[in-house]
């Protein structure tokens, strides 16, 4: 996979190919990388990249011949067709279903906005989509561009050491992971559940998906809601309940 960021800070998201499975992805060449600076196509002594409002206002706003430019050389960096995406709250929220989406794609590029603002003209000439991270406020995009390239990358084929993982990370079914327990078998007075260590699969996966079930109900019951749950996920999550002394 290609994928190019458009970012005024470059050094700040090439640190995500530093570490961690984005970092080996890169040296396995499941994912390349590239960074495209907006200041670098500046014309002028400055290397200007951003202006006042028009109407006035706070801050700042990123201009629109540097930035342009930086996106068509992106484009250049990425397989034909590759889709540019905007970093920006007023975008549909990244889940792990766009994720995937993207993680189906040969590449994409990111534009990573800063300041006030990205001149609206940006939007409507260059870019095919926006995503969001949530309705928070960051100083600029590249932390949700590091955050998205982190998770489509877990996503390609071969980058994760087993593919399981990537199957059964959080939200891959719709639900919240089922909690996790290591060795030693008990600490500080709290054991490790009798079923993990009975050495029966079949038991062992229908209590991990019955906590995974149970826990997104009682933590995020907006994905569960989002399910058309079947008889036989109902009685788990009537089992769970229960087991928690809750109606």
Not at 17 to 42: F, K, T
Not at 158 to 171: I, K
Request: overall charge negative; proline content about 5%.
């Amino acid at each position: 996979m290609q994928v190019a960021v458009v970012s005024l800070f470059p050094d700040m998201v090439g640190q995500v190919v530093e570490y961690g499975v984005v970092g080996r992805a890169v040296e396995r060449q499941h994912l390349v990388l590239s960074c495209h600076n907006p200041r670098d196509y500046a014309e002028d002594v400055h290397r200007t990249v951003d202006d006042r409002p028009y109407g006035g206002g706070p801050g700042m706003v990123l201009k629109y011949e540097p930035t342009a430019e930086a996106i068509r050389r992106a484009r250049e960096a990425t397989p034909e067709g590759s889709p540019v995406i905007c970093l920006s709250p007023a975008g549909k929220v990244f889940d792990q279903g766009e994720a995937k989406r993207l993680a189906s794609l040969e590449g994409f590029v990111l534009l990573a906005g800063r300041y006030e603002g990205i001149d609206e003209r940006l939007i409507e000439n260059e870019v095919d989509e926006e995503l969001s991270l949530g309705d928070f406020v960051l100083s600029g995009g590249e932390i949700a561009a590091m955050a998205v390239i982190d998770a489509v990358t877990r996503l390609l084929p071969g980058v994760l050491g087993d593919d399981e993982s990537a199957a059964q990370d959080s939200f891959m079914g719709g639900l919240l992971d089922h909690p996790h327990y290591t060795r030693p078998e008990v600490v500080d007075g709290m054991r490790v559940p009798a079923v993990l260590l009975s050495g029966d699969h079949a038991r062992i996966a229908r209590w991990r998906y019955k906590q995974a079930l149970g826990r997104s109900y009682l933590r995020r019951p907006d994905l569960v809601r989002k399910l058309d749950l079947d008889k036989e996920q109902r009685k788990l999550l009537d089992e769970f309940l229960n087991e928690q002394g809750r109606d």
